[in-house]
């Protein structure tokens, strides 16, 4: 059984930092492209960033451009967000998901999502 526990969130100032962690099991990590997406309050979950089964090649939504950093650690089965200069516009949950290539990541047809992890940052 595939699980993605995603960890990290909390409350945070406008400007400031937070890493998010997902762990993986119950899947062959190394195989797998993952992703982050984010869900607004009344907003439809959106896609955050996605990384290649061996971290090559890393994508973002234009929003989180040069302030978000999606990383991975095959070793440790564990994907990465690093967010910097957090805006309140950031304020959603967050969640990883697993998908068999970056393309599925990118149209959303996953393969696992995780429960999600709030971040919520203040002005």
């Known amino acids: 059984q595939v699980q993605l526990v995603e960890s990290g969130g909390g409350l945070v100032q406008a400007g400031g930092s937070l890493r998010l962690s997902c762990a993986a099991s119950?899947?062959?990590?190394?195989?797998?492209?993952m992703g982050w997406f984010r869900q607004a309050p009344g907003a439809e979950r959106e896609f955050v960033a996605a990384?290649?089964?061996?971290?090559?090649?890393?994508y973002y939504a234009d929003s989180v451009k040069g302030r978000f950093t999606i990383s991975r650690d095959n070793a440790k089965n564990t994907v990465y967000l690093q967010m910097n200069s957090l805006k309140p516009e950031d304020t959603a949950v967050y969640y990883c998901?697993?998908?068999?290539?970056?393309?599925?990541?990118?149209?959303?047809?996953?393969?696992?999502w995780g429960q999600g992890t709030l971040v919520t940052v203040s002005s």
């Open positions: 998901a697993a998908a068999g290539n970056s393309r599925q990541i990118l149209s959303k047809t996953l393969d696992a």
């Open positions: 119950g899947l062959i990590f190394s195989r797998y492209a």
């Open positions: 990384i290649t089964w061996s971290g090559g090649s890393t």
